[in-house]
């Protein structure tokens, strides 16, 4: 290497102010106040707590031994059958936990033709509802 010139950073800021303007080549401080130092603080503080709310959507949760994303429950909404205690990812079953409190096997095996007497009240026995074969 040569001999290096004292003034090659001075000539390179020149250049880009030059091409860019001024303000790039400014200390970042020199414009900086206390007003956009409680700006910046407050802009902090909105993302971290969007980022927090983010993070415990996404955060998993232990549903009878499964794993689940702690987004897709909601304290509205059971999936888990009450006749056959079986937590159900499956769509279908939404329409007929709304509609009969059951999933769509239950429905199948208790309340098909028979929807009557499930409005009236009937549920199976405890050890009845063993026998569908939901259980397996």
Known sequence: MGKKDPNYVIKVE?????KYGK???????RNWTEEKEHD???QLKTRNRRMNELAQKVEKVEVNGILV???LLS???????PVCEIYSFD???DVYMNKFQCCFNCYIYY???REERWKTG???QLGDNKTNGNNT
């Open 111 to 113: 309340v098909e033709d």
């Open 14 to 18: 020149k250049a880009i102010a030059d």
């Open 75 to 81: 304290r509205e909404t059971n999936r888990t059958c």
């Open 122 to 124: 009937w549920r199976p």
């Open 40 to 42: 910046f603080v407050e």
């Open 23 to 29: 303000e790039t080549v400014q200390n970042p401080r």
């Open 91 to 93: 769509k279908k079953d």
């Open 69 to 71: 994303s702690q987004k």
